[in-house]
């Protein structure tokens, strides 16, 4: 109970910040359509017509999941700086819930009004440019579910430092290069690639939504794997975090920025 | 009494980034906090006042020795023992700018685990309390800073918790809102059962609302007394005798040698002669040489000492018979 009006608590106010920065929102949503509608015009215009459609359609899957991955590792920083800027970071760390928990179900609630948000918008901007994707959700949610997690374990980390050193925008500039690298290089590239964070879901994803494959075709394996890094990533996220937190908190550096 | 905080022998050092220097802002601390009391942690600026109570809130990791709330260690325990402790801390910055005075107090509720419509009642009940209900659809950063401090303590009330904390709830207040928060704040304590400590420079506050001082300084503490009998305890060391005739030099001299921190003043009619004295008996001291000349002695009254001067002295290192 505890953690669903904790839950409730940090949606609302999702919702509130997101009312009280309206043209902030409004333009965050043009600039996403109009995103998806430029990268159906230039694949349209200038790929290789032969391999069109799937050059569209996998363009547009990495982009979904650069931003998502973006916004969900970057998040958890973003978040603690911005608290920390308005000095009221300290007086979240006193909630017998503790910051991580706050910060985890202010990010469920982001997302889910992101992904929404998105999800409407990658239907209408189908609508406009008349291209469809295999929107399969029934397949695509636990993978996305897995996905996220994982991202959310690296997002962890990165809080962690933002805990401590504060001044990461530099990093957090630098990441997303490397971010738009993980979600674009093919899994298949090299064996490599299942240790990093969240690569093998987008190759999972891409697989359905472009290769028109169902959980079943992928099979147990693949999410079995998918499932363990998901999963190790998190645990290891979670305890950098905390190790990060109980270091501020010895150095004095919660309320600073 | 039930102790609700145990704090012995805490310790906390800073280390300066770039210097490496290392700064000791709390020193050996001890002292304990009973169920129902307001306790004022007084010192001046730079005593540890702060440090000390991020240290209680569990905002800082002291380097040795552990803080018991209600008898769970909060190093170890430190999400549990939170839910005894809710805290303003210190300056402007304990609320969401961007949100309103209800809308602040339901999020910093719901981060307690509590329902928007769990707490919609004491909500009402603490804003007529604070008189904010006027201004309950306001935007925090439009509320004057009497207001925002205001509704800070409303919503550290309504976490519920045994403990408040306050650093310097009355800084930057005017007069009268100054006067309201201290009047708010000893109605919770009466009515609410809760315990109360706050920290402060502000003398007039602690003599106030307090029944118990710690002063820090530098780090240590070097009073941990109830307020009136502090108070009491200077108050009888200190005599002021109007005589009817001026002290000759010898007289003065012999009583500057006695007691150094006397303080003598003549005007036309009559001369004022101050004096702390460290045992009453001293007293006859003074009568020894003031008969040496027979200076007719018109009154001796024990001089009313406010607060503050006592913390000054206090301060200043005149504290060795207060400790006892
Ligand atoms: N985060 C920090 N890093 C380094 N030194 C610090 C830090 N916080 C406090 N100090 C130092 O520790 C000492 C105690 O500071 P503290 O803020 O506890 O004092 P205070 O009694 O609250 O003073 P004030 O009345 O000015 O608020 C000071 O010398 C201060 O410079
Ligand atoms: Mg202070």
Redesign the pocket.
Known sequence: MQWINLFLANLWKEYLEMKRYLPNTIALVLTFYFIFLGLFGVIHFFGDPSTQDVNIQFVIVNYIFWFLALSVIQMFGFEIVNEAIRGTLEQLSMSPMGIWRILSTRLIASTIIYGIIIFVLLIITMLTAGQWLNIDILSIFPIFVLTVFGMYGVGLMVGGLAIVYKQIQAFLQILQFLLAGLTFIPLAASPFMYFLPFVIGVDLVRDIMIGGQTLIDIGWLPLTILFINAFVYFIAGLLFFNYCERMAMKK?LLG?Y | MEKIIEISNLTKT?R?RKSREV?Q?VNDVDFNVYKGEILGLL?P???????TIKLICGLLYPDSSEIKIKGIPNTDSRLESLQYISAVL?GNRNLYWRLTVRENLEYFAGNRGRSRKEVKEEIDKLLQMFRLKDKENELVNRLSRGMQQKLAIAVAMLANTEVMLLD?PTLCLDVQTGLEVREILKSIVSNYQRTIIISS?DMDVIQDICDRTVIINQGTVVIDQRVDELIKLFEVRSYRLTLTEPLSLDQQKAISTRFPTNEYVEDQAYSYLTVQLEKSEDIYQIFQVLQLNRTPIDSIDRKAIRFDEVFLKIIQGDHQYAMD
């Open positions: 004095g600073q | 800073y300066k700064i802002a010192g600026n730079g005593a540890g006042k702060t440090t210190e310097e420079h």
